[in-house]
């Protein structure tokens, strides 16, 4: 059974940073691809950031340039680094763990970008 347990969020001032952590359970971690979506208030979850099993990153046009994906698979734990964090970052982060087309997802942790 597959689990993902994020940790991490909290309440940072704009221009600050956080880094969440994944850790995952349950699967033979190195073969899968990672990400992280986010969801706001009122609005859908969204693409964050991606990483696959080879180490290839994507990211939403939103974070580019800060936010950085990583992943450590002897510690089966997936990353994001945020910096500059803006009060448009603030939602609910979800981690998600896909091999072919099955996908899980954490329970999410809660970022929160406010002065």
């Known amino acids: 059974q597959v689990q993902l347990m994020e940790s991490g969020g909290g309440l940072v001032q704009p221009g600050g940073s956080l880094k969440l952590s994944c850790a995952a359970s349950?699967?033979?971690?190195?073969?899968?691809?990672m990400g992280w979506y986010r969801q706001a208030p009122g609005k859908q979850r969204e693409f964050v950031a991606g990483i696959t099993d080879g180490g290839s990153t994507n990211y939403a046009e939103s974070v580019k340039g800060r936010f950085s994906i990583s992943r450590d698979n002897a510690k089966n734990t997936v990353y994001l680094q945020m910096i500059s964090l803006k009060p448009e970052d603030t939602a609910v982060y979800y981690c998600n763990a896909v091999l072919g087309r099955i996908g899980s997802w954490g329970q999410g942790t809660q970022v929160t970008v406010s002065s």
């Open positions: 349950g699967i033979i971690f190195r073969i899968y691809d």
